[in-house]
C-alpha cells in the first residue's frame, strides 16, 4: 500500500544522483520515521482488516457484479455509464450528465473519458460528486484543460483510473486537476452537525474524502526538473531577482511556485528560513520574482525547487485539516506516479490530538457494531 498526504519528486531526483553526490549532501536531508501501518488487502485473513476491505470497497457478487455495503454500494449509485465516451455527453449515462451531490459510477467494460471541466454544468457554477465508483474505466484527456470535484473516489479491483500514461502524459500545455470538495461550504452551523452526523453512520472508520483504489492507476504528468542547487550565494534578501549560477531549467516557467531552501531548521513554532516565491520573468540565468525574497541563501547551501506540476490532487479547504483529502493506493502492485502534485492533502497534524474510530460488538444489542472514538495522546518528542 502506498498512502499519501504530501509529495514529490525531490526524492526520486535526489537518489538518482551519484553516490558521492548523495553522501555529500546526506546531511543536509531530514528524513521522517514513518508510523508502521497495517495493509488493507482483498487477500488477507484477518477479520479486522477483512472488515476495514468490506467498509470501503463493499462486497461484489460474482455472478451479478452488484457491490453492496461498503462506500459505494449499487444500492446507492444514482448516474452510471452505459457506453464508453466522454463525461460531459448525456448519452455517456444512464440520467444524463452527472450533477452535484450525484453517486456516480463507472460500469464495467466502459471507458469515460473526462475531457473539459466537470466541476460547472450550465446550470449550476459548482458541481460537487458525492462519490465516483470506477469499475470500468476513467480516464483524463491528456490534451485539455480538466477538473473533477469530488468528495470520494472508489476504484475497485477491476478499475482503472487514468491521469496520463508514460507514453502520453499530461501534456505541459493543460492541467488535469482532481480536487476533494468540501461539502460542508456554505452549511449553517446546525447544518454542519447534521452533516457530520449523516458522514458518521455512511462512513464510520473515516476511509472517505479522498481517492481509494485497489485497481490500476497511471497518473503522469508533463516533466518538470524538480530542483537545481544553487550555485552562487543569494544573499539578496529583499531583491526581486536572483541568479542562479546556471541556466534556468526549460522547463521551469512564468506563474511556476519556488521554494528555496533556509540554512536553519524548523523551530518548535514551524518557523524557517525557506522563501516560497513565484516566477515573474525568466532570462537566462536570471529569475526575476513577484515578490521580493525575505532572506538570505549561501551558495551550495539551498537548493531551489519548483513546485509546480500539470497532474494534480488537491483538498478545497486545505486550511482546515480535518476537511482535506487524502489516497490510498492498496492491494495493486499496477499504480504508477510520475510528476504529479499532491497539495493540500493529509487529515491528522501529529502535533494535535486526533480521534481514531475502533468498531466493537454493541453489547446492549447483540449482533450489531458501535463505534467508539479514541483520542490519540500526543508524543512531545516525536512531534
Excluded: C
Excluded at 102 to 129: C, E, F, H, K
Excluded at 231 to 237: E, G, H, R, S, T
Excluded at 355 to 365: G, K, P
Aim: aromatic share 6%; charged share 20%.
Amino acid at each position: 500500500m502506498v498512502m499519501f498526504s504530501h509529495a514529490s519528486s525531490f526524492a526520486r531526483s535526489w537518489w538518482n544522483r551519484s553516490r558521492k553526490a548523495r553522501r555529500r549532501d546526506w546531511r543536509d536531508l531530514r528524513v521522517e520515521a514513518l508510523e508502521v501501518r497495517v495493509v488493507m488487502s482483498a487477500s488477507h485473513t484477518n477479520p479486522a482488516m477483512i472488515s476495514e476491505h468490506l467498509a470501503v470497497f463493499g462486497s461484489r457478487d460474482a455472478a451479478t457484479g452488484i457491490v453492496t455495503g461498503g462506500l459505494v454500494p449499487n444500492s446507492e449509485v444514482n448516474n452510471f455509464s452505459v457506453a464508453s465516451g466522454e463525461w460531459d455527453d448525456p448519452a455517456t449515462w444512464s440520467d444524463g450528465v452527472p450533477d452535484d451531490e450525484d453517486n456516480v459510477l463507472i460500469s464495467t467494460g466502459t471507458v469515460v473519458t473526462i475531457d473539459s471541466d466537470a466541476s460547472v454544468s450550465p446550470t449550476d457554477p459548482r458541481v460537487a460528486l458525492r462519490t465516483v465508483r470506477v469499475d470500468g474505466e476513467l480516464e483524463f484527456d491528456p490534451h485539455a484543460n480538466t477538473k473533477l470535484l469530488v468528495d470520494t473516489i472508489v476504484v475497485q479491483g477491476s478499475g482503472v483510473f487514468e491521469m496520463g500514461t508514460e507514453a502520453e502524459p499530461i501534456d505541459s500545455t493543460h492541467r488535469a486537476r482532481v480536487i476533494f470538495a468540501d461539502r460542508k461550504i456554505g452549511l449553517s452551523p446546525a447544518e454542519q452537525a447534521d452533516f457530520d452526523h449523516e458522514q458518521f453512520h455512511w462512513d464510520p472508520l473515516q476511509f472517505s474524502h479522498g481517492l481509494l483504489s485497489h485497481g490500476s492507476v497511471s497518473i503522469h504528468g508533463a516533466h518538470v526538473t524538480s530542483f537545481v542547487s544553487g550555485q552562487k550565494p543569494l544573499n539578496v534578501a529583499g531583491s526581486k531577482t536572483f541568479d542562479l549560477g546556471l541556466p534556468v531549467p526549460a522547463d521551469w516557467k512564468v506563474g511556476d511556485r519556488l521554494i528555496i531552501s533556509g540554512n536553519t531548521g524548523t523551530n518548535a513554532a514551524g518557523v524557517n528560513q525557506d522563501d516560497e516565491v513565484q516566477i515573474a520573468g525568466i532570462n537566462g540565468n536570471v529569475i526575476t520574482l513577484s515578490a521580493p525574497l525575505k532572506y538570505n541563501h549561501a551558495k551550495n547551501s539551498s537548493y531551489v525547487a519548483d513546485m509546480n506540476r500539470n497532474a494534480t490532487f488537491e483538498s478545497e479547504t486545505p486550511g482546515i485539516i480535518a476537511r482535506r483529502g487524502h489516497i490510498m493506493f492498496m492491494h495493486s502492485d499496477h499504480v504508477e506516479v510520475e510528476s504529479a502534485g499532491f497539495y493540500g492533502l493529509g487529515r491528522t497534524d501529529k502535533r494535535t490530538v486526533i480521534d481514531d474510530v475502533v468498531l466493537s460488538e454493541d453489547l446492549d444489542d447483540p449482533g450489531h457494531i458501535t463505534a467508539d472514538v479514541l483520542l490519540a495522546d500526543i508524543n512531545p518528542s516525536d512531534p
